[in-house]
């Protein structure tokens, strides 16, 4: 549906002062992406021109949209924050449009559906005024404007004045509304502030145009589409319904989730087909991942590549990586910091791998930490192995060559390099380059003394009679006991 006639107008100046965080409610994070985000990338898709009424904390929501826009939005500011109706106002002088679509900021769940919905009513029914309605009669939905109707008017009434009864007035507003550019310019100076919070708002537009026998639509949606935030719950109700909405759609790409409830998954995040998603996972971020993937339980993956056929084992991290096809990490590993595992690399339990590359068919199983390292290809890195990248000021690197063996228990003191099909032995640390098909032995040499194990034992039952000798005769002094202390 083309909309070349109409122009956006999204009101974000609040100060949120219901969230109670001193900041902007506009940026938290809803499936990993900011809640302004929500309508402004909406409207962008639609190719509907979108100006931002600004405010409170106006540079960070800037900001935060030309991260993700970098053009096509424009903004104008509300130095003072009166209301809807004054922010609207505030706008005008961008006005190009026959229609003005106006919506608040804080509506993360509305759909194309919903705008191509209300923009077919209004053009259909000539509306000079249309709006987004819903039912809801729960106590939770007392902070939303009520819609009274009756034969002959319909009128909104803001939730801060409103007396009635929930439950006779369950018509609630959405804050969305298509508006005639040609009505607005005649009538939104004639909105009166308001007594209760001396406020202009956009509401009163409704009554006014009723008054003046206008035509007003009406058009009424899901509750759960046009749930806005003013509080944490708030924001946590849309974000299982935004969670939910995701995992569903995941599933009919065929996806299988364990305990669906207990995950979550970012809204960028892209899985393919035959993956199995276990309890307690969370996808973060520009997460993808491959085909026939086996993510295990209470593991976190952020903005991480993972290719196809690959298991990330229970509680295991990765972050900012990549991952080739048929790679294993975990459990309870850590992969970080731009590090690349190539094709059927295994990364164990308790291995940190930091800036690393692991080449492909490497294995670091147990218990090691590679930070700034370079491993080729078929590469064997013993348990308890570690590279020392710091030297407390300055980091370097390590690197080990295709076909190397690392023995257990080495360290690796950077920069060094082991070269192709070199050894090292277990224990050793190693401060110098191996060369190729070399055997690096970097430790103490052993000396077996036969028989000292049993002077050792003498000496040792010697010393301890001699304790306990002395605590007698502490404790005879303290007690006042001479006899026992002789």
Excluded at 37 to 61: A, C, D, M, R, W
Excluded at 369 to 378: E, F, Q, S, V, W
């Amino acid at each position: 549906m083309a909309f070349s006639n109409v122009q956006a107008i999204i009101l974000a100046a609040g100060k949120s002062s219901r969230l109670k965080t001193g900041k902007t409610k506009l940026v938290e994070k809803i499936c990993g992406r900011e809640m302004i985000l929500y309508p402004t990338k909406l409207l962008h898709s639609l190719n509907i021109p979108t100006t931002l009424v600004v405010g409170f904390q106006k540079e960070l929501i800037e900001e935060t949209i030309k991260k993700q826009i970098p053009s096509g939005i424009t903004f104008v500011e509300q130095k003072e924050q009166l209301g809807t109706g004054h922010a609207l106002a505030c706008s005008q002088s961008l006005w190009n449009a026959q229609h003005i679509l106006v919506m608040n900021g804080d509506m993360p769940l509305v759909t194309q559906n919903i705008i191509e919905q209300l923009y077919a009513e209004h053009m259909a029914k000539d509306a000079v005024f249309s709006f987004v309605t819903a039912h809801n009669c729960e106590p939770t939905s007392a902070g939303y404007g009520r819609v009274v109707e009756t034969d002959t008017s319909i009128s909104i009434i803001e939730a801060k004045e409103f007396n009635g009864d929930l439950a006779e007035n369950c018509c609630i507003n959405a804050g969305m509304y298509l508006i005639k550019r040609s009505f607005l310019e005649e009538h939104l100076e004639k909105l009166e502030k308001s007594s209760v919070t001396g406020e202009w708002y956009i509401t009163d537009l409704v009554k006014l145009a009723s008054d003046n026998k206008l035509h007003v639509e009406t058009v009424s949606v899901s509750f759960d589409r046009i749930r806005g935030v003013n509080t944490f719950k708030e924001l946590w109700a849309v974000e299982q319904v935004q969670k939910a909405e995701i995992i569903k759609f995941w599933m009919d790409q065929g996806v299988r989730f364990t305990i669906a409830q207990n995950v979550h998954i970012d809204q960028d995040v892209t899985i393919e087909a035959g993956s199995y998603i276990d309890s307690g996972v969370q996808l973060l971020g520009a997460t993808k991942i491959g085909k026939n993937c086996n993510v295990g339980p209470f593991s976190l993956i952020s903005d991480t590549t993972i290719g196809d056929e690959s298991v990330i084992f229970s509680h295991t991290i990765v972050k900012d990586s990549i991952l080739g096809t048929s790679v294993t990490v975990g459990p309870f590993a850590h992969v970080h910091e731009k590090s690349r595992l190539e094709d059927h690399a295994v990364i164990g339990n308790f291995v940190e791998v930091k800036r690393t590359t692991i080449g492909a068919n490497s294995k670091a199983k147990h218990l090691s930490y590679l930070g700034d390292t370079h491993i080729g290809n078929k590469v064997n890195i013993g348990a308890g192995t570690i590279t020392c990248n710091y030297n407390g000021t300055t980091k370097h690197t390590t690197t080990i060559e295709d076909n190397a063996f690392i023995g257990s228990n080495n360290t690796l003191v950077a920069p060094v390099t082991i070269k192709k099909n070199a050894y090292t032995a277990a224990g050793s640390t190693i401060t110098q380059d191996v060369p190729e098909d070399a055997l690096a032995i970097a430790r103490e040499r052993q000396v077996n003394k036969l028989g000292y194990a049993k002077n050792l034992k003498q000496r040792d039952e010697k010393v301890s009679s001699k304790e306990d000798d002395k605590s007698s005769f502490i404790a005879a002094v303290k007690s006042n006991n001479f006899e026992n202390a002789s």
